[in-house]
């Protein structure tokens, strides 16, 4: 069965701490992964679409990387700012327009 | 990219009545779909919205209950029929752009429903 899985569920840091979040997946056949962005009360932000193991994806403070098993998402020097829920999704290999999304990690940055 | 607006954005509806949320898209779209995401949950894929055919529905969700319709490849309908409490939750439009090899999804901003 396909399925995403992110942790931590919730990740609080210090503005200025860098941090990693986790998604691991299990797909036959990946065609792609994203990365979302959510504030409260919104609808997802596209952040990236990951396609194969060793990629990498930046878009200021954020780096996104993928392996055959999992992708992170790097925040470097992390603001107020990027407080946000961040949710990771893949296609289901079933049907490519189904994506199957992660239940998130809460980001808060504290000043 | 592609630009999304819903319609309402938020509404407070009475157990019984009906609601029907609006989407458009600032181009033509073939993939379109709608989504619901219950307080403090992740997105739950609820239909496919198809230009010209029936929706295509997702386990646990039937046309009777929330009708679909999308007349053109920048439009739909999601009806949310004879609504209960637990129909409260956020319903998300959303569309596929790109091609088989390198696509993007977006998201429009979301419609927060709410049934007394």
């Known amino acids: 069965e396909d399925q995403v899985t992110q942790s931590p569920e919730a990740l609080r840091l210090q503005e200025g701490e860098s941090s990693s979040l986790n998604c691991s997946y299990t797909?036959?056949?990946?065609?792609?992964l994203f990365w979302y962005r959510q504030d409260p009360g919104k609808g997802p932000e596209f952040l990236f679409t990951?396609?194969?193991a060793g990629e990498e994806k930046e878009k200021e403070r954020l780096k996104a990387t993928l392996t055959k098993k999992e992708s992170f998402l790097h925040i470097t020097a992390p603001k107020p700012e990027d407080s946000a829920t961040y949710l990771c999704?893949?296609?289901?290999?079933?049907?490519?327009?189904?994506?199957?999304f992660g239940s998130g990690t809460r980001l808060s940055i504290r000043p | 990219s592609a630009v999304i607006s819903q319609k309402p954005s938020r509404d407070i509806c009475q157990r019984g009545t009906s609601l029907t949320i609006q989407c458009q898209v600032d181009?033509?779209?073939?993939?379109m779909f709608w989504y619901r995401q219950q307080p403090g949950q992740s997105l739950t894929l609820i239909a496919t919205?198809?230009?010209?055919?029936?929706?295509?529905?997702e386990s646990g969700f039937v046309i009777d209950k929330f009708p679909i319709s999308r007349p053109n490849l920048t439009f739909s309908t999601l009806t949310v029929s004879n609504m209960s409490p637990e129909d409260s939750s956020i319903y998300l439009c959303?569309?596929?752009?790109?091609?088989?090899?390198?696509?993007?999804?977006?998201f429009g901003p979301g419609t927060r429903l709410t049934v007394t």
């Open positions: 959303s569309v596929l752009a790109g091609d088989a090899i390198s696509y993007e999804q977006y």
């Open positions: 797909v036959s056949g990946l065609r792609g």
């Open positions: 990951l396609y194969s």
């Open positions: 999704a893949v296609p289901s290999y079933s049907s490519a327009s189904k994506i199957i």
């Open positions: 181009s033509q779209v073939t993939m």
């Open positions: 919205a198809n230009q010209g055919s029936e929706a295509t529905y």
